[in-house]
């Protein structure tokens, strides 16, 4: 069975720093490409960032370009982005999501985790 677990969220002030993780199980993990994406309150859901299934290619959202550092340790099943010089306009639920394959297909999945809330306030 699928399961993604995010955990690291927090409250940071703005320019702060946080480091989140996905921990997956229940599928070959190093097989798919993994991505993630944020909800703010009332708002729909945005896709920040992706990489393929190696670590080999990686992107990201416009707003997020230059800050955010998408990484997986396959050994360890194991997503994180680092998000640096954070905005409060960063704040949302962020969701770690399963790609359909190897490479990164923006809004091709199939399974999402429960989420982690980061919170960007003075």
């Known amino acids: 069975q699928v399961q993604l677990v995010e955990s690291g969220g927090g409250l940071a002030q703005p320019g702060g720093s946080l480091r989140l993780s996905c921990a997956a199980s229940?599928?070959?993990?190093?097989?798919?490409?993994m991505s993630w994406a944020r909800q703010a309150p009332g708002k729909g859901l945005e896709w920040v960032s992706g990489?393929?299934?190696?670590?080999?290619?990686?992107y990201y959202a416009s707003s997020v370009k230059g800050r955010f550092t998408i990484s997986r340790d396959n050994g360890k099943n194991t997503l994180y982005l680092e998000m640096t010089s954070l905005k409060p306009e960063d704040t949302g639920l962020y969701l770690c999501i399963k790609g359909k394959e190897a490479t990164i297909r923006r809004w091709e999945y199939d399974y999402w985790g429960q989420g982690t809330q980061v919170t960007v306030s003075s």
């Open positions: 990489i393929r299934s190696d670590g080999s290619d990686t």
């Open positions: 229940g599928f070959t993990f190093s097989n798919y490409a």
